[in-house]
């Protein structure tokens, strides 16, 4: 059964104090590693796709980098406006006894500081 | 393009009555999904159609929830007889055929069950 673990649970920042984001993930054949991002009361709304170890993905602040065990969501100089949960899902292949149906965290809240 | 739709946006009923839910999708993606979210916690997957046939149903959809998606369009979610442990967020989303670039999630229907 796929497992996937993000950490923390809460982070505070204040604005522009760079950190990092860890979703670490148990799978059997890996077929993609989401990143999403969501707003309370809302739906999560897609971040990037990694596929395999040594991809990296970058939209604005964001950039997210993948392993074989784990990824990190790195968040540089961030702003109010990046306050949000982050959430990971990790997909693993049907041909290796798991299902396409992609298995999701719960998440990490990150709150930025003005 | 408007994204996913989700209607109601909030519904509270009391125990023992039927909800129904209703979802549509974008357009040009064939596949949809239902996940349930709890405060804290990551979505969980329900279900989810390739067009109109529904293809895979999570060990967490009891007898009381059916799902329904005719003619490849819009997807209903039914839940019978709730109980107060139904109480969550029911996100609907779609994507293309292979789900690499992410789902497109709805704004979800927030269910209360007193």
């Known amino acids: 059964e796929d497992q996937v673990t993000q950490s923390p649970e809460a982070l505070r920042l204040q604005e522009g104090e760079s950190s990092s984001l860890n979703c670490s993930y148990t799978?059997?054949?890996?077929?993609?590693l989401f990143w999403y991002r969501q707003d309370p009361g809302k739906g999560p709304e897609f971040l990037f796709t990694?596929?395999?170890a040594g991809e990296e993905k970058e939209k604005e602040r964001l950039k997210a980098t993948l392993t074989k065990k784990e990824s990190f969501l790195h968040i540089t100089a961030p702003k109010p406006e990046d306050s949000a949960t982050y959430l990971c899902?990790?997909?693993?292949?049907?041909?290796?006894?798991?299902?396409?149906?992609?298995?999701f965290g719960r998440g990490t809240s990150l709150i930025v500081h003005p | 393009d408007t994204g996913v739709s989700q209607d109601p946006r909030h519904k509270i009923t009391k125990r023992g009555q039927n909800v129904t839910f209703r979802c549509d999708p974008i357009?040009?993606?064939?596949?949809l999904y239902w996940y349930r979210q709890t405060l804290g916690q990551g979505p969980e997957f329900l279900t989810y159609?390739?067009?109109?046939?529904?293809?895979?149903k999570s060990r967490l959809l009891s007898d009381r929830f059916s799902a329904e998606r005719p003619k490849g369009s819009f997807s209903t979610l039914e839940i019978q007889r709730t109980e107060q442990g139904d109480s969550a967020m029911y996100l609907c989303?779609?994507?293309?055929?292979?789900?690499?670039?992410?789902?497109?999630f709805g704004s979800g229907t927030r269910l209360t069950v007193v």
């Open positions: 989303a779609s994507s293309r055929m292979t789900g690499n670039y992410g789902y497109t």
């Open positions: 799978v059997s054949g890996l077929r993609g």
């Open positions: 990694l596929y395999s």
């Open positions: 899902a990790v997909r693993s292949g049907a041909t290796s006894g798991g299902s396409y149906i992609p298995t």
């Open positions: 357009s040009e993606h064939n596949r």
């Open positions: 159609f390739q067009n109109e046939a529904q293809l895979e």
